[in-house]
């Protein structure tokens, strides 16, 4: 057991982190200072969050992961009640109801579900190797839909409020599941049932739902495309380069959740093309290490959390720019690291932790 | 492989066992590069995107973003001059006051923030919530302007409580400034005055003499896009306008008023007037019409029941009942300035002025004297003296005392027409002041020149009948009478003075002419003080310790017998060294045989009483009425069934037309009204008939 401890995966969480709260402190200060006559408002709250997040990352990354095998069922009985407490007892926000608090604390359980079911899934994958061996198309069909069966409950219960949080949480179980699966037609599976869910979803769901896809399939012209359609003004506007870190137009009320849902557009107008593909590369980087620790480590459990993470990671940076570039409909998901917003950022501060205490027991490839 | 298929036998023997830890498994570590494959090309799909929109559409979305951009600046409003009394006290001043904006995007956005905010709003000003809310519905707006003109008291304290700990939810909310015209003291001087109309449009008064004096230029807050596309701002400071120092003292002012207010309410009149000048330099100290009304609402019906006759409700009904031309009708008349924009015969104050150029061209050497049998046969006419059985033998002294009518006709037919005309002119009568105020009355038509002034006519204007003069023209050359002679241009306005406070043009009045020399104007001073003294105004004008020079007028209203009287009397206080001029008319009071009432003396004994010790004018002499030698209070003067001259123009002018004006859209009525209410006032139309019937007699 050696201390593989991914220095390179902290550094590139600090990095982002930083650039964060800078695109955070430039897209918000207009806002703020309208708002709150202090341009620096919602960067004095976001760096708070980030210092806690900090400290929280070091503090789990020194716990050993392997703990959390144990108390797997308990972290399952507490997302579903935390998402059943988020219906019968949260309050309203933008419409949806996803926030809880405790005291002062205000915390939405679909961002803690997230981490909880990477490592409840990564739990009961470990002795789940075996049964998805199973030969036979039934043993097979029966084997993989006994795997996703218990996730369906608290998916189920965040999607009824929160759909894109139910992708991000069904993506990380299908993740965990393509890895784990020696089956390949568990590929051509997954994406037909994927599609055949969504759109059935998108069929039978509410009507503002129903309303978001016309407005995506007509981004140009539907008034309520409004705020997909300032995002991609402020895309289309930055250029190779942008037009320069703090000169952002849209970000003055035109943009709306400037330094929230759609800071990606922020950035590209500011900073351009360049610093566009920048930052989606340092994204792929950590996937990269993400990959890198999963192939390290030493047990299954460990191996698995990461993919989750990776998985979640990936879904939600990837949801959040197709959104405000229009190839997906519009909908409420951060992008990680950069987004304001405090339980979004100590959560993947905490994951990040998780997925570091998994790498301090890595081993040389090879050495084992 | 071989491991994974002896791990895979092993847990089939014995599947209970986990000691052994599973591993992540070859086969597990290419599934996972697949994965992160696949995430990649889907990277690479959103980073083509981006790029795509930036390729396909970037100009077109360059473009849309400046054009959402607004470029239209926001005004930043000037402030109108304040207009100062001559002691620095405010007559008219612009308040900031603000409007009220929300935004109801940014309010409704947070519950919370909502709630606080519609709770401050409706703690701090007079607004409901229902109010608020009905805003608050378009929750898309950006601005939304829920109360108008909020004092700054009450923004104030809404901004304390935004700085607290409780108020910091509050958002949305900001202010707009803008200025509104406030006039201190209410209706204080309000014909002096004048009012402004919405957007800082002086109405009347030194507010429309002075319009553009007032009027600043509006700031502008620029918003443009620099070269490197981003948002600059721009400001030009607005430029204040002029601050106004007028001659007017608002404590003298408020004396008269008072004065003024008590008569009209005891005893009542169609009209009281008063003015009072500075002799020295023809400064107006107060300007006082009985009609006044407050220019903080000149359009408030409440002004207009004097207009009105029966209870208050009834007047109140008349004024609903109105049309809309009636109305505007009724308010010119309110808003009109007697003392300025009117003419009427002066009667007796009048022969001040023959008196004084009979004694300035030598016609008299002031040791005359006049044989008054009670009247004079003029062609075709026998005149009266308003003293039917003759005050016998009067020196001028005599006849300046006792208004005597007989002995003014004898000297104005020696004086001669054209001498008569001639002085007529000098001392203003005919011409235009040049009063700084608006719709001064063009009374050129209405005296006589030296070719329409025939005997009879002559004889009249000698004893200031027939002719018309406005109050301020006598008053001013009053001034001049017992000043030594200067005739200065009257004016109400003595220093203008920019928004930094330095001057830009002071106003020390302008000398016109001369009209009499120093000798005469003492003669005239001596003869003045005997009026008070010993004359027509001495039972009712005297007050013990002051020497007062002054000349009682009463002029019967055309057509003459219809007992309608307009009474004046003007006087100077020191006579020795005038410091005041106060001229006061009362048009038809409210009393049973106003001809012998002499209330304009009376009114004038009770201003002074008041004034005088205000003013710093000392008593200087302890000499009393002697009763006995009293003449009795000068009797109606008018005994001649003649008329004033035929105003065959319009008695108005271009000025007069102006003189206030509602606004613009109204203006051709208002110039209608001005016209017909000037010829029905000087009678004009009316004597054309009398003067028809003396030709042919």
Not at chain 1, 213 to 228: A, C, D, L, R, S
Not at chain 2, 368 to 374: A, M, R, S
Not at chain 2, 555 to 566: C, D, H, S, T, V
Request: proline letters at 3%; hydrophobic letters at 40%; charged letters at 20%.
């Amino acid at each position: 057991m050696g201390d593989g401890f991914d220095y390179v995966l902290l550094f590139l969480v600090l990095f982002l982190i930083c650039f964060g709260l800078v695109m955070v402190y430039s897209s918000s200060s207009y806002k703020g200072y309208v708002e709150y006559k202090n341009a620096a408002y919602f960067f004095n709250k976001q760096w708070k969050f980030a210092l806690v997040g900090l400290f929280m990352m070091i503090g789990v990354s020194f716990i050993d992961y392997r703990n959390y095998r144990k108390i797997a069922n308990l972290i399952y009985i507490g997302i579903v009640g935390a998402t059943l407490a988020v219906l019968v007892i949260g309050r309203a926000s933008h419409g949806a109801t996803r926030w809880i608090q405790i005291g002062s604390i205000q915390f939405q359980p679909s961002e803690v579900a997230k981490l909880g079911l990477c490592i409840y899934v990564a739990a009961y994958s470990v002795n789940f190797n075996r049964i998805l061996k199973r030969k036979g198309a039934k043993n097979i069909i029966v084997s993989h839909f006994m795997f996703v069966l218990p996730t369906l409950l608290p998916i189920g219960l965040i999607a009824t409020e929160n759909l894109s949080t139910a992708i991000i949480c069904m993506a990380i179980v299908m993740g965990i599941l393509i890895v784990l699966s020696p089956k390949w037609v568990i590929f051509g599976v997954l994406a037909v049932v994927a599609a055949a869910g969504l759109w059935a979803f998108l069929e039978f769901s509410k009507s503002y739902r129903m309303e978001r896809i016309e407005v995506w399939k007509n981004i140009e012209t539907h008034e309520k495309g409004y705020q997909t359609r300032q995002a991609m003004y402020a895309i289309g506007s930055g250029g190779l380069m942008g037009k320069g870190l703090g000169s952002s137009i849209q970000k003055m009320g035109f943009v709306p959740e400037a330094h929230n849902d759609m800071i990606f557009s922020i950035i590209v107008e500011e900073l351009g093309m360049f610093g566009a593909v920048c930052l989606i590369l340092l994204f792929v980087l950590m996937i990269w290490r993400f990959m890198l620790i999963c192939t390290k480590s030493e047990d299954l459990f460990g191996a698995l959390i990461v993919v989750g993470v990776l998985t979640h990671i990936a879904a939600q940076v990837w949801i959040n720019i197709a959104v405000v570039t229009n190839l997906i409909p519009p909908t409420g998901v951060t992008l990680p690291f950069i987004s304001y917003g405090g339980t979004s950022l100590i959560m993947l501060m905490i994951e990040m932790g998780v997925v570091l205490s998994v790498s301090r027991h890595t081993v040389e490839v090879g050495e084992a | 492989m071989s491991r994974q298929k002896s791990r895979g036998n092993r847990n089939k023997k014995a599947p209970e066992r986990r000691e052994k830890p599973k591993r992540f498994v070859q086969r597990m570590k290419v599934r996972l590069l697949l994965l992160v494959l696949i995430i990649m090309g889907a990277m690479v799909w959103v980073g083509y995107t981006v790029y795509a929109i930036n390729h396909n559409k970037g100009e077109k979305y360059k473009k849309n973003v400046l054009s959402q951009q607004r470029y239209d600046s926001l005004e930043i409003p000037y402030r109108r001059g304040d207009i100062i009394d001559r002691n620095g006290t405010y007559l008219a001043t612009s308040r900031k006051v603000y409007n009220v904006v929300l935004e109801p995007k940014h309010i409704c956005a947070d519950e919370e923030a909502k709630e606080t905010t519609v709770n401050a709003l409706i703690t701090y000003f007079k607004i409901t919530k229902e109010e608020v809310d009905k805003a608050l519905n378009d929750t898309n707006s950006l601005y939304k302007v829920i109360l108008k003109k909020q004092p700054y008291e009450d923004v104030q304290a809404f901004q304390e409580y935004q700085n607290t700990q409780a108020g910091k939810k509050v958002r949305g909310v900001w202010f707009e400034e803008e200025y509104q015209r406030y006039y201190p003291l209410g209706n204080l001087a309000c014909h002096v005055l004048g009012f402004t109309a919405a957007g800082n449009v002086g109405q009347g008064g030194v507010e429309g003499e002075y319009n553009s004096m007032l009027n600043g230029v509006n700031g502008r807050r620029y918003g443009y896009l620099n070269s490197d596309m981003s948002m600059e701002t721009t400001t030009i400071e607005p430029i204040n306008g002029n601050n106004i120092v007028t001659t007017i003292d608002s404590n003298i002012q408020n004396i008269i008023q008072n004065k003024i207010n008590d008569f009209m309410t005891e005893t009542g009149a169609k009209n009281v007037s008063v003015i009072a000048m500075k002799p020295a330099n023809a400064e107006i100290l107060a300007l006082y019409n009985s009609n006044s009304y407050d220019p903080n609402k000149p359009y408030d019906l409440e002004a207009l029941k004097y207009q009105f006759e029966g209870t208050d409700e009834e007047r109140m009904a008349e004024i609903e009942a109105q049309d809309d031309d009636a109305r505007l009708e009724s308010l010119n008349k309110l808003w009109r300035n007697y003392v300025i924009n009117d003419t009427f015969e002066p009667g007796s104050t009048f022969k001040t002025f023959t008196v004084a150029a009979a004694l300035e061209e030598n016609v008299l050497k002031g040791d005359e004297t006049f044989l008054c049998d009670g009247g004079e046969q003029v062609a075709n006419y026998y005149i009266h003296c308003h003293n039917h059985k003759g005050h016998g033998t009067v020196t001028i002294a005599g006849a300046m005392a006792k208004s005597c009518n007989d002995a003014l006709m004898q000297i104005g037919k020696k004086l001669g027409r054209e001498t008569f005309s001639q002085y007529q002119t000098v001392f203003g009568f005919g011409l235009k002041t040049n009063v700084d105020l608006p719709g001064e009355a063009y009374t050129k038509n209405l005296v006589y020149d030296s070719e329409t002034l025939n005997e009879v006519e002559l004889a009249c204007c000698s004893f200031g009948q027939g002719l018309n003069v406005s109050m301020i023209q006598l008053a001013t050359a009053f001034c001049s009478v017992v000043n030594g002679g200067n005739y200065y241009q009257p004016h109400v306005v003595k220093q203008i003075v920019d928004g930094n406070g330095s001057v830009v043009k002071n106003v020390d009045g302008v000398l016109l002419r001369k009209t009499i020399s120093e000798a005469t104007s003492e003669k005239l001073k001596d003869f003045l003080f005997d009026v008070v003294e010993i004359g027509t105004a001495a039972t009712r004008g005297h007050i013990d310790g002051y020497r007062i020079g002054g000349k009682t007028g009463t002029a019967e209203k055309l057509p003459r017998g219809n007992g309608k009287y307009i009474l004046s009397f003007i006087c100077a206080v020191p006579i020795e060294a005038p410091e005041l001029v106060l001229y006061v008319t009362v048009d038809e009071p409210n009393i049973e045989d106003p001809s012998h009432s002499g209330i304009a003396t009376v009114l004038s004994k009770n201003i002074l009483e008041e004034l005088l010790p205000y003013m710093n004018i000392f008593q200087s002499n302890q000499g009393t009425v002697d009763a006995e030698n009293a003449e009795e209070p000068e009797a109606v003067t008018p005994v001649f069934e003649g008329a004033a001259p035929e105003a065959t123009g319009a008695g108005t002018d271009e000025g007069a037309q102006g003189a206030i004006g509602a606004d613009n859209d109204t203006e051709e009525e208002t110039t209608e009204e001005t016209e017909t209410e000037t010829e029905e006032e000087t009678e004009a139309e009316t004597e054309e008939d009398n003067r028809g019937n003396d030709d042919t007699e």
